[in-house]
């Protein structure tokens, strides 16, 4: 199977700064790559999709990018309603989808 | 509205079963792939299953041999068979979509909660 390794797992940051958040895959999945967000208590929220396509009424503060290996989310200016669980999840393998381990957005 | 609801979570004793049901509506749900996902509390998520518009099903190691993805076109339904329940099976199981142009999970529901243990 394919492993997703996330980093950082946890991040603290203010309002207003800039975040990135790294996504690593164990073999090459090319763009097939997605981002969620997920709040507690609710179901995750599609992102970014083929690595750097903004999902229709996802702010444009979120960005992706990457292909191959290593790959990337970005949110240019952080809001508080940002404040979240992210995950990346590779489709590379259809038969074989996963999640990586999640990266946790706290207030600084 | 484009919509998913899971039902038929609940608690069962190792070894058990139990039977997921997800109803669909507001989009035309033979023409897409759809999945299970869990997650256990405080932990990440895992895909479960998922099985493509012309019944083909897929599962991770975990599950194949217990779990059972099914759909039913006519009910706009999807469901989930679940034996030979473990400890760790206890999750919050969530359906979702395929949007075959993007490839990734657009549409979730809220989730149905199942608990084994004696």
């Known amino acids: 199977d394919i492993q997703m390794t996330q980093s950082p797992s946890t991040l603290s940051a203010s309002v207003g700064d800039r975040v990135t958040i790294t996504c690593r895959a164990s073999q090459s999945i090319s763009s097939w790559l997605a981002w969620y967000q997920q709040k507690p208590g609710k179901a995750p929220k599609l992102l970014i999709y083929?690595?750097?396509s903004l999902e229709s009424g996802v702010p444009s503060r979120f960005s992706g990018s990457g292909s191959g290996t290593e790959f990337t989310l970005t949110i240019s200016s952080l809001q508080p309603d940002d404040f979240a669980t992210y995950y990346c999840?590779?489709?590379?393998?259809?038969?074989?989808?996963?999640f990586g381990g999640g990266t946790k957005v706290e207030i600084k | 509205e484009v919509q998913l609801v899971e039902s038929g979570g609940g608690l069962v004793q190792p070894g058990g079963s139990l039977r997921l049901s997800c109803a669909a509506s507001g989009f035309t749900f033979s023409s897409y792939d759809m999945h299970w996902v869990r997650q256990a509390t405080g932990k990440g998520l895992e895909w479960v299953s998922a099985?493509?518009?012309?019944?083909?099903?897929y599962y991770p190691g975990s599950v194949k041999g217990r779990f059972t993805i099914s759909r039913e076109n006519a009910k706009n339904s999807l469901y989930l068979q679940m034996n030979s329940l473990r400890a760790g099976d206890t999750a919050v199981y969530y359906c979702?979509?395929?949007?075959?142009?993007?490839?990734?999970?657009?549409?979730w529901g809220q989730g149905t909660m199942v608990t084994v243990s004696s």
């Open positions: 999840q590779q489709y590379n393998s259809y038969s074989r989808l996963t």
């Open positions: 979702a979509r395929v949007r075959s142009s993007s490839g990734a999970f657009d549409i």
């Open positions: 099985i493509g518009t012309a019944g083909d099903t």
């Open positions: 083929k690595a750097s």
